[in-house]
């Protein structure tokens, strides 16, 4: 990139020979002999770095430096003086200037500094674009009866410190819900950490939520804080909490209790202010009539029950939906958003999206994608069989997280119409998969498929 540094000096041989040492360097310039001068191109022209004389008649480079900074905060100002002293240098930086050279001009020097200013301001504006990004991600679309509930919920429930337990199937967009409970909270300048308990095995859970110390066990080279250390005065985010294990779950309750935790192979106790929310697509309820979920944990966490519904139940939002994951994917169309037809969108709205909002945003990446002309059309959406069983099952299936979750959800739907095949005729069933009949006895009733 070929960035554009604007010279502002009344004496003209500073200005021609910063102006040819800089186009040597592949720099293009433009010249201004006042300040006044300078102020005016740079309200025609997309500036990206300024060099600014101090000590010039009529406006001077400190009054300059501030009408630069409060009409354009974010353009790079180095002044530069034949006169210096600290307490100009302090002032200089104290109203914005990146930085500070004296004359005679060092092109060396001035080389380095236009480096490190370039870089600064790429790093600020890929600040503000993953900003804009994020907030652009983590925004709820829809506006159908279901949502606007949804939101009312969270945004009240967002102004206590509560824990929140957020309830609803896969794809429905629980981690939004837990990132506008943080934004929206007292806690939202401070840190929101995210834990996937269904992604972490046993044996390490304990070391990633209260870390450890050096030498804790093999591979511990280093002391490491945990996500509770790290939560501290913000918010902690247990996701697929109905997947952790008994054992962890006792575990865990007696930090949720006290807030405080000691590191694997430590001994020092550390108190934390973490307020946490948990989300799980699992009737908690019925895991403890199962056995499988600790009810006095259960207690602790559902004191703000929020359930986010499917998305086949709010499918006025649909359309919304749509827009905005092609707004969202124009990018991989060079930059240009394509369109799609109403046909197209009823026939997406027929569909009943198992695998709800995170199935339609993959459905609509992959439209993006493959379609070749620059509207979607139905008969681009019907080689996906959406309104069809086999693409949702398919997607929903792709969208576990775990190996042994999808390998069991394959195998009820393959036994399931099987069965259906064979008239539930379980013997039948057994000789066409090729299973013994106890074996298939035992998994219709361990995958609880109605026969």
């Known amino acids: 990139m070929k960035y554009l540094v604007l010279i502002i000096d009344d004496e003209e041989n500073i200005r021609l020979s910063l102006k040819g040492g800089l186009e040597d360097e592949g720099y293009s310039t433009v010249l201004a002999s006042t300040a006044e001068e300078g102020l005016k191109i740079i309200e025609k022209q997309d500036i990206d770095l300024v060099f600014l004389d ?187 909490i109905g997947d952790m294990s008994l054992n962890t779950q006792a575990k865990i309750l007696r930090i949720l209790q006290e807030q405080r935790f000691e590191r694997v192979g430590g001994s020092q106790t550390i108190q934390v202010d973490v307020r946490v929310l948990t989300a799980t697509n699992k009737d908690l309820e019925a895991e403890i009539a199962n056995g499988r979920f600790r009810q006095d944990l259960y207690y602790r966490l559902n004191v703000i029950p929020i359930h986010v519904p499917p998305l086949r139940e709010r499918k006025e939002d649909i359309p919304a939906l749509i827009d905005h994951f092609l707004k969202s994917y124009a990018l991989l169309n060079n930059g240009v958003k394509k369109t799609i037809s109403d046909a197209a969108v009823k026939k997406l709205i027929q569909h009943e999206w198992p695998g709800n909002v995170r199935e339609l945003k993959n459905i609509i990446e992959r439209l993006v994608i493959m379609t070749p002309g620059s509207t979607i059309g139905v008969d681009d959406v019907a080689p996906l069989a959406v309104g069809g069983r086999q693409a949702s099952e398919l997607d929903r299936l792709l969208e576990m997280d775990l190996l042994k979750d999808a390998r069991s959800e394959f195998e009820r739907i393959f036994i399931a119409r099987k069965l259906l095949q064979c008239g539930n005729n379980i013997s039948k069933t057994a000789d066409l998969i090729g299973v013994e009949r106890s074996n298939l006895h035992r998994k219709i009733k361990g995958l609880e498929i109605d026969v």
């Open 54 to 240: 101090i000590w010039m008649p009529g406006m001077d480079g400190l009054q300059a430096l501030q009408e630069i900074k409060r009409t354009n905060p974010d353009l790079p100002v180095i002044i530069m003086t034949g006169h210096g002293s600290i307490e100009t240098a302090v002032k200089a930086t104290r109203l914005g200037a990146l930085d500070f050279i004296e004359k005679p001009l060092d092109l060396n020097r001035i080389i380095i500094t236009i480096n490190n200013a370039m870089h600064m301001k790429a790093l600020a504006d890929e600040n503000v674009l993953l900003k804009k990004k994020s907030e652009k991600d983590d925004e709820i679309i829809g506006n159908s009866p279901a949502m606007q509930r949804l939101k009312e919920e969270a945004d009240r429930a967002a102004a206590s410190d509560s824990w929140v337990l957020i309830l609803g199937e896969n794809g429905t967009g629980k981690e939004l819900i837990a990132r506008r409970l943080h934004k929206f909270s007292p806690r939202a300048n401070e840190p929101f950490i995210e834990v996937n308990c269904a992604a972490i095995p046993e044996e390490l859970i304990e070391s990633e939520l209260f870390g450890h110390e050096k030498g804790a066990f093999t591979g511990a080279t280093e002391r490491k804080r945990g996500k509770f250390d790290l939560a501290n005065k913000g918010t902690l985010f247990l996701d697929e």
